[in-house]
């Protein structure tokens, strides 16, 4: 199946800087990315859809001037947490669908997180 | 109600039961049901895909779908310990378009 890399895979911060966090999808072209938030022994929960070229479309209740979206190629997507508090502390997790593969057009292919601790 | 209800588990069993999943939900637009397999502090990985009502079999898993009833079900026979994971089921009403609904995810583990 298709790769999706995240980068970095843990980051630990300090409350009130920001963070940068990279999904790319190494052997296809991602037209869409998602970017889903998972807490402990919860859902994960989608923060926002990402499309290549235009600006991203949030779920209700996400800030989107906190959870800035940049989808500037077919094979990368990056999530900034901006002003980053420890209520933002959390399991990241991007995916990306691949429309010329996958079993279908709508499977998503996750990448590994990024576990954000913020001190 | 959320959309999607899933128990959480734990769920133990020793090696070589047939585990049975189950997850419920309330849209009964609802057309694509995805199982994903995730292992601790990784990313979920594709199981099972069907859509609409029905039956599909991959070696050891079978997945259920009735949608009379709002009812979703993955079966594991001959659990291996390597079958330890957290399994989300996922579903979606389109399937070019929005993105997937999680259950919470059961924790199984299977003994040796």
């Known amino acids: 199946g298709a790769v999706v890399s995240q980068h970095p895979s843990r980051v630990i911060c300090k409350s009130g800087t920001s963070v940068k966090i990279e999904c790319r999808s190494l052997?296809?072209?991602?037209?869409?990315m998602f970017w889903y938030r998972q807490f402990p022994k919860q859902s994960l929960m989608l923060m926002a859809t990402?499309?290549?070229?235009?600006?991203?479309?949030?779920e209700q209740g996400v800030e989107k001037d906190k959870f800035l979206i940049n989808h500037a190629s077919l094979t990368l997507s990056t999530l900034t947490v901006t002003s980053a508090h420890p209520e933002d502390s959390s399991f990241y997790i991007c995916?990306?669908?691949?429309?010329?593969?996958?079993?279908?057009?709508?499977?998503?292919?996750f990448g590994p997180g990024t576990r954000l601790t913020v001190l | 109600q959320k959309e999607v209800e899933q128990d959480p588990g734990p769920l133990s069993v020793p090696e070589g039961a047939i585990v049975s999943l189950n997850c419920t939900y309330s849209?009964?637009?609802?057309?694509?049901f995805m199982w994903y397999r995730q292992y601790s502090r990784k990313g979920p990985e594709l199981l099972m895909y069907?859509?609409?009502?029905g039956n599909k079999e991959d070696g050891r898993f079978t997945a259920q779908v009735d949608k009379s009833s709002k009812y979703i079900s993955l079966f594991i026979r001959d659990s291996q310990p390597s079958d330890s994971a957290t399994y989300l089921c996922?579903?979606?009403?389109?399937?070019?378009?929005?993105?997937?609904?999680f259950g919470k995810g059961t924790t199984l583990s299977v003994s040796s």
């Open positions: 995916s990306a669908r691949d429309p010329a593969g996958g079993i279908s057009y709508n499977e998503q292919f």
């Open positions: 052997d296809f072209q991602a037209t869409t």
């Open positions: 990402s499309n290549e070229g235009s600006k991203a479309t949030y």
């Open positions: 849209n009964s637009a609802f057309q694509y």
């Open positions: 069907t859509y609409s009502s």
């Open positions: 996922a579903m979606s009403e389109q399937q070019a378009g929005t993105a997937l609904i």
